[in-house]
């Protein structure tokens, strides 16, 4: 059973950092491009990161360029968002999300985490 | 202000058709193909639609995609109770290099 769960959320101070993770079991993690999208409170959903499955390719929505990471380690099936310089306009649900295999193009995530709880305090 | 326009909201009752529009341009729908999403109401989003017109495994063929130039449309039929959610679709944006949302469609069953 394809399962992802993230953890890492939580209350931090505007300009501080976290660290996402995501737990990736019941699949070949390494053949499988990977997603973070979030949901910010009363608003919809908005891509943030996604990376190949080597690591090579990562691209980034505008806002959270040089100030995000995302990275992945295959070995141990994990895929990671380093959050710097964070804002109070960061605070959101962040999701997890495995790559359909196959997609021809577009954005298609078949599997979804529960997600993780980031709140930016100012 | 998103990249993909949607209508905010939709309401329709049990049984009927509804269909969503997504509104893009060259350079994101014109130029990729669109993912349709439910997330129910504290849940995780679901793949509903891919490839334009394609649905996952598991997914009831009362939902549809459709891609005409830089639009796209979800259509669900029979609709029930349980639709309702808000709806997105997705896109790759080249311009953006990144993928896009469109700002969601609450879906009410009424």
């Known amino acids: 059973e394809v399962q992802l769960v993230e953890s890492g959320g939580g209350l931090v101070q505007a300009g501080g950092s976290l660290r996402l993770s995501c737990a990736a079991s019941g699949f070949t993690f390494s053949s499988y491009w990977m997603t973070w999208v979030r949901r910010a409170p009363g608003k919809g959903l908005e891509w943030v990161a996604n990376?190949?499955?080597?690591?090579?390719?990562?691209y980034y929505v505008d806002s959270v360029k040089g100030r995000f990471t995302i990275s992945r380690d295959n070995a141990k099936n994990s895929l990671y968002l380093q959050m710097n310089s964070l804002r109070a306009e960061d605070t959101a649900v962040y999701y997890c999300?495995?790559?359909?295999?196959?997609?021809?193009?577009?954005?298609?995530?078949?599997?979804w985490g529960q997600g993780t709880l980031v709140t930016v305090s100012s | 202000q998103s990249v993909l326009t949607q209508p905010p909201s939709m309401s329709a009752a049990p049984g009927q058709k509804v269909t969503i529009s997504c509104s893009g341009s060259s350079s994101n729908i014109g130029n990729s193909y669109v993912s349709w999403y439910q997330q129910l109401p504290g849940t995780a989003p679901k793949l509903l639609i891919y490839?334009?017109?394609k649905r996952p495994s598991g997914i009831p063929d009362r939902f549809s995609g459709s891609k005409s130039g830089t639009s796209a449309t979800l259509g669900i039929t029979g609709l029930q109770t349980g639709d309702e959610a808000d709806y997105y679709c997705g896109t790759w944006d080249s311009s953006l290099s990144a993928g896009v949302f469109g700002g969601g469609t609450k879906l009410t069953v009424l």
């Open positions: 490839e334009n017109d």
């Open positions: 999300a495995r790559g359909l295999f196959g997609c021809a193009g577009g954005i298609c995530d078949d599997y």
């Open positions: 990376i190949e499955q080597d690591g090579s390719n990562k």
